[in-house]
């Protein structure tokens, strides 16, 4: 019979603890909405962007770079081609793979050479490469935002001598658009002075007569700027016995018989000459002039006879 007490105040006991979580759920819990007491929790993605403007690309550091005085200077090859090459970089902010092409001019210090229509071989040199060529290299996609320029160009023998310059201009591939362009310090390209010329041949004479019809001899300018010839030479020393002294060589501009010509000596003569050969220049035919040349064959020599003659630039 003693029992009842206790069972009553667990009853009690246990009515008070939920009057007590009842209550410390409504003064902190406030504000919830009863009626979704119970339902289920759903959670909405909102959708964040951003729009990346285009940046221009940009050159920096371009260098021509020569092909003597360790490539501070360049010297054309006497009636042959020579390789000049051009470094630098380029710069993309969005990146690298932005880039589509690049202009690259090696020129004159002060001609037009922005485009390839102004290219001449004379004055300005001019290439477009594509992104995709051998000379744009280091690109590695990403974050990478800068290229490597190396390109080579081969100027003809008659380039024009003077200062010369190169400027490199990206261009990109997102607005197909020209970025900032940069421009090289001069190099000098050096005067060439030189010629080439033709052997010449008497042909057969007999002993004791002269040379007949015309000998002739091609000289043609094979440097970059002007020049003008003098000429000397050797006795012909024949391979049988004997030889013709360098006096009984003549030489005229002109066709002529021996007697009427210009004695050849051992000392350079620009006597009777004046070829004055202009500087060649791009889409033009070889600068060239013609001398004319005879012999006189003395007795007592045989066999064939050869010796030297001299054409120096001056």
């Known amino acids: 019979m003693e029992e009842k007490p206790k069972n009553g105040l667990l009853i009690f006991t246990g009515i ?26 759903t959670a909405t993605v909102s959708t964040a962007s951003v729009t990346v403007g285009n940046d221009l690309p940009s050159a920096s550091n371009p260098v021509l ?51 390839s229509g102004d290219a001449n071989n004379d004055t300005c040199y001019f290439a477009n490469v594509a992104s995709s060529s051998a000379s744009i290299t280091g690109c590695s996609g990403g974050v ?44 000098t390209l050096n ?8 052997s010449i041949s008497y042909g057969s004479v007999s002993a004791g007569a002269t040379s007949t019809g015309d000998h002739i001899a091609t000289t043609t300018n094979t440097g970059n700027i002007t020049t003008d010839v003098k000429v000397s030479g050797t006795a012909l020393t024949c391979n049988g016995f004997g030889s013709i002294p360098v006096g009984n060589e003549q030489y005229a501009t002109s066709s002529f018989s021996h007697g009427a010509g210009i004695v050849l000596t051992g000392v350079a003569s620009t006597l009777g000459l004046g070829l004055d050969l202009q500087a060649p220049a791009a889409g033009t035919a070889p600068v060239t002039d013609l001398t004319y040349w005879q012999v006189e064959v003395l007795y007592g020599v045989k066999g064939t006879c050869s010796g030297d003659i001299t054409f120096a630039t001056f």
């Open 144 to 187: 990478d935002t800068s290229s490597l320029v190396s390109h080579e160009f081969i100027l003809q023998y008659y380039t024009d001598p003077g200062t010369w310059k190169t400027t490199i201009t990206p261009m990109d591939i997102s607005a197909e658009a020209t970025g900032t362009a940069d421009t090289s310090s001069g190099v």
């Open 16 to 41: 008070l603890v939920l009057v007590i979580f009842i209550l410390i759920y409504f003064f902190f819990i406030k504000g919830q909405d009863f009626a979704k007491f119970g339902k289920n929790m």
């Open 191 to 198: 005067e060439s002075q030189a010629i080439a010329v033709s």
């Open 65 to 115: 770079v020569g092909n003597t005085g360790g490539g501070t200077t360049i010297t054309l090859t006497e009636g042959a081609t020579t390789s000049v090459s051009v470094t630098g970089t380029v710069t993309d902010n969005n990146g690298c793979y932005d880039l589509a092409s690049v202009n690259i001019a090696v020129y004159k210090d002060g001609s037009p050479c922005a485009v």
